[in-house]
């Protein structure tokens, strides 16, 4: 049976009572039902866009990854794009939706917050992990007292009716589905009329084109790790949820004092390799907003989560260790992209010596998401420098500020 406690822990941020005992207790029984065994690599990371951003963002993912797009799914009121690399890595789905007056429950997690609701399409919804037993795991999760929907809902959302899909979390907002496949066999998602988009093959084919003409289609590899932003209340819980959810390891939290907040890391426990089944990892502020007028400490993650909800707020990818035209890979990745007109929130930072290199780019027009690009040296294979946690997080938090609306315009949100 397998030992999702075994793990080495990393890290020095204090955990409570609370969480030290539900850890033990959650994951010894997720291993001791069978689930851990059951639940596998994380298959697809699902996001949705604003009508009329879908075609734009698959053009901005192509030259800033190494997705491809494959097809296009058309159901009444979406159309789903999946992009992949291979089968060794997740799908991105990028779900548009078609007209900007359709209600439902996903854009009402965005409808209260006040620059979330400027978007109201526009966020991540989850991800989707590969399963041995639909029916068990689903079972076995709702005894567990986790919620999901029937598959008459999984039809009206339009989501692909081969999947098991939990409710929203509370903590994250996001959604995790379960697809049963065995690793042999093709990715499939059962969801309206396929075909190529002519649009969206020549948006695609024109960023490929230009991704090779840069000399960087082969330095960035698939998704290194998700970073998921939350309230500080729920930082524990948030982290046991989705342990209870997956086949996840607690790997260890780090407190980043200098900005108020923890960097919290989950990896799989089947995959040593993240490429495989990227980590997950939770910010949160050490202390909840209403006392930072008596602190007067940084809050750029409590900040984020006010503003847009709790939500997803970088994918992470990795780039290939070397050299290339006399400079590390990301530093060429970096150059080369911002030389297309695309902002980064700072330069290039840590070292070799530290073991890794990383960078934030401005978020993304379409997704309000962040592209992070993380370059390991040699055999290091951490997540990250403390001080560069410092900057990255200060960085996004000026971001954050520079895109926040004035008192007036959020009270009319």
Known sequence: ??????????????????????????????????????????????????????????????????????????????????????????DFLVREVKNANIQGIFRSLNEIYPIGAHKPNSRYMGEILRVNDLHSVVQLQQERDFRFFTQDQVRKLELPGNLGISKPSPYTHNIIGYMERAQDQLRVYALGVSSIMPEVQE???????????????????????????????????????WLSLSSYYYWGSYNIKDQNSSTNVTKNVHYGNELKSPAKVFTANNTPYFVNHLLKLPSPTET??????????????????????????????????????????????????????????????????????????????????????????????????????????????
Do not use: C
């Open 1 to 90: 049976m397998l030992n999702s406690l075994s793990f080495a822990r990393n890290g020095d941020k204090q955990n409570s009572e609370f969480f030290e005992e539900y850890l033990i207790r959650l994951l010894e029984e997720r291993d001791a039902i069978g689930l851990t065994s059951m639940i596998h690599e994380i298959e697809a990371i699902m996001i949705t866009v604003d009508p009329g951003h879908s075609v734009r963002y698959i053009a901005e993912l192509s030259l800033m990854t190494p997705y491809h797009y494959l097809v296009t799914l058309e159901s009444e009121n979406h159309w789903t794009h999946i992009l992949r690399v291979d089968m060794d890595s997740p």
């Open 203 to 241: 948006a695609y084919s024109a960023a490929k084109e230009l991704q090779k003409k840069l000399q960087i289609d082969d330095l960035i590899l698939p998704v290194d790790h998700l970073a998921t932003r939350i309230y500080s209340q729920n930082r524990e819980v948030a982290i046991l949820e």
């Open 304 to 413: 984020f989560v006010r503003n847009y909800g709790p939500r997803l707020h970088h994918i992470a990818m990795a780039v290939r260790d070397g050299e290339t035209n006399g400079m590390d890979n990301i530093s060429m990745v970096v150059n080369q992209i911002a030389s297309q007109g695309k902002d980064f929130l700072l330069d290039v930072i840590g070292s070799k010596e530290e073991g890794l290199k990383q960078i934030f780019s401005s978020a993304s027009e379409h997704s309000s998401l962040i592209i992070e690009y993380v370059q390991r040296f040699g055999d290091f294979d951490g997540f990250f420098a403390r001080d560069n946690v410092a900057e990255l997080t200060h960085a996004a938090g000026i971001d954050q500020e520079l895109n926040q609306l004035s008192p007036e315009s959020a009270g009319r949100s």
